[in-house]
């Protein structure tokens, strides 16, 4: 069985950082590309960031580039969102998923069940 | 950048047909995916690559994609659609992912 289960976060003043992970679990890391995912409160889904299954190739949504980095780590079978300069704007819940194949298309057939991060002082 | 447009909201009785739309300039030459969202709940894939449906996905969910839109179509609609909806497509002429606004689906 496919599981994502993400961690990491929390409450962060403006200007703080944090990093997510997503502990993956039921299939071959590293052989799907995975993407992270927000939603804010009442809103709607934003993707924010993907990364290939070899990890060779990562994006970034223009919102987060500069400031946020994905990496995953394929012996661990996990998913990190390192977020720098955090902004109230980056209040959110976070999704983890998993995408189709390598290739990223960001076509998440599988999805953790977010962690929330709230920016605010 | 690529700009996915969906109404906010469609309403539909039980048992017809609901169809949700996405916008976009050329979205035909793209593939769309289409995830259903409860709240509360993470999305749910139902249909990948235009019209291709995840096993578990009810035949009632199909979609279609050509020219400047791409259409979600529910078939004898049941109560429990309702959720949001949301189109997304890989822009690759700026490496990115885009979601539509969302479509708030209410069977009435």
């Known amino acids: 069985e496919v599981q994502l289960v993400e961690s990491g976060g929390g409450l962060v003043q403006p200007g703080g950082s944090l990093r997510l992970s997503c502990a993956a679990s039921?299939?071959?890391?590293?052989?799907?590309?995975m993407s992270w995912v927000r939603q804010a409160p009442g809103k709607g889904l934003e993707w924010v960031s993907a990364i290939s299954g070899s990890g060779g190739s990562t994006y970034y949504a223009d919102s987060v580039k500069g400031r946020f980095t994905i990496s995953r780590d394929n012996s661990k079978n996990t998913l990190y969102l390192q977020m720098n300069s955090l902004r109230a704007e980056d209040t959110a819940v976070y999704y983890c998923a998993k995408d189709l194949g390598d290739i990223v298309v960001v076509a998440g057939d599988y999805w953790g069940q977010g962690t929330l991060v709230t920016v605010s002082s | 950048s690529y700009v996915l447009t969906q109404p906010p909201s469609v309403s539909v009785a039980p048992g017809k047909t609901a169809r949700i739309t996405c916008g976009g300039n050329n979205i035909g030459s793209k593939s769309v995916h289409w995830y259903q969202q409860k709240p509360g709940q993470a999305p749910v894939l139902v249909i990948y690559y235009d019209s291709d449906r995840p096993s578990g996905i009810p035949e009632r969910f199909s979609g279609s994609n050509s020219g400047n839109t791409a259409t979600l179509t529910i078939s004898r609609v049941e109560a429990g659609d309702e959720a949001d909806y949301y189109c997304q497509v890989w822009d690759s002429s700026s490496d990115q992912g885009v979601f539509g606004g969302g479509t708030k689906l209410t069977v009435l």
């Open positions: 039921g299939f071959t890391f590293s052989s799907y590309a």
